[in-house]
């Protein structure tokens, strides 16, 4: 009866997370989904206050979480953050199925949601996150190994953080015309305006969390040790989304996100040592 009036009150939470996802959505279609969800986990939670004999009222500030999510994120990255508790559930489910006649098909109700939710996802950023992985890597990659190398070649934060953002800007807006051109060349269903806007905004968020640690601290060697935790969160960031909307592996892509941005940054501060050697740069 216990398990029951849990279940009861996880159903209508999911319930009216669902509903307020809903009225969220502009295109009707995926409205339809989620409303078609909403129904659904509405009756398990009826199937269940049969069997507690008790009405429990939602989690409110489950809901307002999921909403808020949706809200920063997407709706589909709320979904399937959601969804991936489901398997818990279902296992749950399946403990106690010689006890609870009829739960085959709350079961089955719930096993059908991940394909419908890879049914729904339209969402805009996801169709154009390929561009946005291309601005947000190279700027990783190529920026946070172009610091490590003024940091060694210059050593003064604000000289470092002017040449940077310059130096920044300037290849977010080449990133982004090459990503204009190679959308338009290969006929893709992406438009290229927005993909080109995409890759460049990436590109310049990333240039800017990178470049602030050398506002706010005079010490380049602190500046850049900064900037480096910067962009382990970036990755952090980023990969832990992809990897709950598009179902990726975390761990793979993190290492080699990391490996690739660390590494170049230590090829490139030695570089900047070389540099700064050999035209005896003093700042």
Same mark, same amino acid.
């Given at each position: 009866?216990e398990a029951?009036?849990?279940?009861?009150k996880?159903?209508?939470?999911?319930?009216?997370i669902?509903?307020?996802?809903?009225g969220?959505m502009?295109?009707?279609?995926n409205a339809?989904?989620?409303?078609?969800?909403?129904?659904?986990?509405?009756?398990h939670?009826?199937f269940?206050?049969?069997?507690?004999?008790?009405?429990?009222?939602?989690?409110?500030?489950?809901?307002?979480?999921?909403?808020?999510?949706?809200?920063l994120?997407?709706?589909?990255?709320?979904i399937?953050l959601?969804?991936?508790?489901e398997?818990?559930?279902?296992?749950t489910?399946?403990?106690?199925?010689d006890r609870?006649p009829g739960i085959?098909?709350?079961?089955?109700?719930?096993?059908?949601?991940?394909?419908?939710?890879i049914?729904m996802?339209s969402?805009e950023k996801?169709?154009?996150?390929g561009?946005?992985?291309?601005?947000?890597?190279?700027a990783?990659v190529?920026f946070?190994g172009s610091l490590?190398g003024?940091?060694?070649a210059l050593?003064d934060?604000l000289?470092?953080?002017?040449?940077?953002?310059i130096?920044?800007?300037a290849?977010?807006?080449s990133?982004?015309?090459?990503?204009?051109?190679?959308?338009k060349?290969d006929?893709?269903?992406?438009?290229? @305006?927005? !993909?080109a *806007?995409?890759t460049?905004?990436a590109y310049i968020?990333t240039v800017?969390? &990178?470049? /602030? +640690?050398f506002i706010m601290?005079?010490?380049?060697?602190?500046?850049?040790?900064?900037?480096? @935790?910067? !962009?382990? *969160?970036i990755?952090?960031g980023?990969?832990g989304?992809t990897?709950?909307t &598009?179902? /990726? +592996?975390f761990?793979?892509?993190?290492?080699?996100?990391?490996?690739?941005s660390l590494g170049?940054?230590a090829v490139?501060?030695?570089?900047?040592v070389f540099i700064?050697v050999?035209?005896?740069?003093?700042v």
């Amino acid at each position: 009866m216990e398990a029951a009036r849990s279940f009861q009150k996880d159903e209508v939470t999911e319930y009216h997370i669902y509903q307020r996802l809903a009225g969220m959505m502009r295109d009707e279609r995926n409205a339809s989904v989620l409303q078609k969800m909403a129904r659904e986990e509405l009756a398990h939670s009826r199937f269940w206050q049969k069997i507690a004999e008790v009405e429990e009222g939602p989690d409110t500030i489950r809901v307002w979480w999921y909403v808020i999510l949706a809200k920063l994120l997407g709706v589909t990255f709320a979904i399937k953050l959601m969804e991936r508790g489901e398997g818990s559930t279902i296992r749950t489910y399946r403990a106690v199925s010689d006890r609870v006649p009829g739960i085959e098909e709350v079961i089955w109700d719930e096993e059908q949601h991940e394909n419908s939710i890879i049914a729904m996802i339209s969402e805009e950023k996801l169709r154009y996150v390929g561009s946005i992985v291309l601005g947000l890597n190279d700027a990783l990659v190529e920026f946070t190994g172009s610091l490590a190398g003024f940091t060694f070649a210059l050593q003064d934060s604000l000289v470092i953080a002017a040449v940077g953002s310059i130096m920044g800007i300037a290849a977010a807006l080449s990133m982004a015309a090459s990503e204009y051109l190679s959308r338009k060349s290969d006929r893709s269903s992406l438009d290229p @305006i927005r !993909a080109a *806007l995409y890759t460049g905004a990436a590109y310049i968020f990333t240039v800017l969390v &990178l470049v /602030l +640690p050398f506002i706010m601290t005079a010490n380049p060697f602190l500046a850049f040790l900064m900037t480096l @935790i910067c !962009a382990i *969160l970036i990755i952090t960031g980023f990969t832990g989304y992809t990897s709950v909307t &598009l179902d /990726l +592996p975390f761990g793979r892509r993190f290492a080699e996100m990391a490996a690739l941005s660390l590494g170049i940054a230590a090829v490139s501060f030695l570089i900047g040592v070389f540099i700064r050697v050999f035209f005896n740069v003093e700042v």
